[in-house]
């Protein structure tokens, strides 16, 4: 079982030779699926691209969505979207709607979106505000003083929806791959080599989503759970607790491609590109 991993391809600032690349990457490596941490387009073209990712790569595509994929639209809009779109066809699966998939003996593999929730950090002191604020019509429509309970409510959504799946692929499966857009953790949330400060880990860390995870991994210790997440665009891995890890990998605008190739062994599951040896 290999996985073509994919974080962040942004295909709205790709060109026509950036597509036939990723096209290539995908079609050559002997993949049996594709793994998507989110980030595909903007709202009004996600759509469009997965769509024709799950024409022409001609394998499953299991993703969930990044902040991006909701620009242009309301977060509510997009995602009955995508879900319609993914519902529709055999080869699209968004895993924020999907059960728990069992994709080799005894692995899960489930997914939810997560969103930068303000829980960790500094959000009153820091001087940063993202595109999102102005992109999204759920920030956009409402006062500034409410943009801090907006994200702690989608981190909370996203924690209530990944806690019953986690629990139901924990239940039947020894090992959980989770895909998600947000790093978890703060220690998951790399940029150039280090992990966050206070005025970004608003933005960048979904700690509702980490929280599940952590009890969910000291409530199993027999049990893994692998997360991989995007976000941040630099790569690095987080060791939570012995039986968790985070992987965050890298992207560039404008530069699709292959973040690593998973390969689910008997045992263990690898991340071919990453040293991911504590
Ligand atoms: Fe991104
Ligand atoms: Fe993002």
């Known amino acids: 079982m290999r996985l073509a991993w994919i974080t962040d391809p942004h295909l709205n600032h790709c060109d026509l030779a950036d597509w036939d690349r990723l096209v290539s990457l995908v079609r050559g490596g002997g993949y049996s699926a594709v793994l998507i941490s989110g980030d595909i387009s903007e709202g009004d073209d996600v759509v469009f691209q997965l769509r024709r990712m799950a024409d022409?790569?001609?394998?499953?595509?299991?993703?969930?969505?990044?902040?991006?994929?909701?620009?242009q639209s309301s977060i509510a809009t997009a995602r009955a979207a995508v879900i319609e779109a993914s519902r529709s066809h055999p080869r699209l699966d968004y895993l924020t709607d999907s059960a728990p998939l069992t994709i080799a003996d005894s692995v899960a593999l489930i997914g939810e979106d997560g969103w930068g929730d303000a829980?960790?950090?500094?959000?009153e002191n820091s001087p940063l505000r993202l595109q999102d604020f102005l992109l999204i019509d759920d920030f956009q429509a409402a006062p500034t003083a409410d943009w801090k309970s907006i994200l702690?409510?989608?981190?909370?959504?996203?924690?209530?929806?990944?806690k019953e799946k986690?629990?139901?692929?924990?239940?039947?499966?020894?090992?959980?791959l989770v895909a998600t857009h947000v790093p978890p953790f703060r220690q998951a949330c790399w940029y150039q080599g280090r992990t966050t400060d206070d005025f970004w880990a608003?933005?960048?860390?979904?700690?509702?989503?980490?929280e599940v995870l952590k009890r969910a991994a000291e409530q199993h210790p027999q049990k893994r759970i692998e997360v991989l997440c995007g976000h941040t665009h630099s790569p690095g891995v987080a060791w939570i607790t012995a039986n968790l890890t985070v992987t965050t990998a890298g992207a560039q605008y404008g530069c699709p491609g292959i973040a690593a190739t998973i390969?689910?062994?008997?045992?263990?599951?690898?991340?071919l590109g990453f040293n991911r040896r504590p």
């Open 202 to 210: 608003p933005f960048f860390v979904c700690g509702q989503v980490g």
């Open 119 to 123: 829980t960790v950090g500094d959000f």
């Open 166 to 176: 986690l629990e139901a692929a924990l239940a039947n499966h020894d090992r959980v």
């Open 152 to 162: 702690i409510r989608l981190g909370l959504e996203s924690s209530e929806r990944l």
């Open 263 to 271: 390969v689910i062994g008997p045992t263990e599951i690898e991340l």
């Open 56 to 71: 022409v790569f001609d394998l499953p595509i299991h993703f969930v969505l990044g902040n991006h994929d909701f620009y």
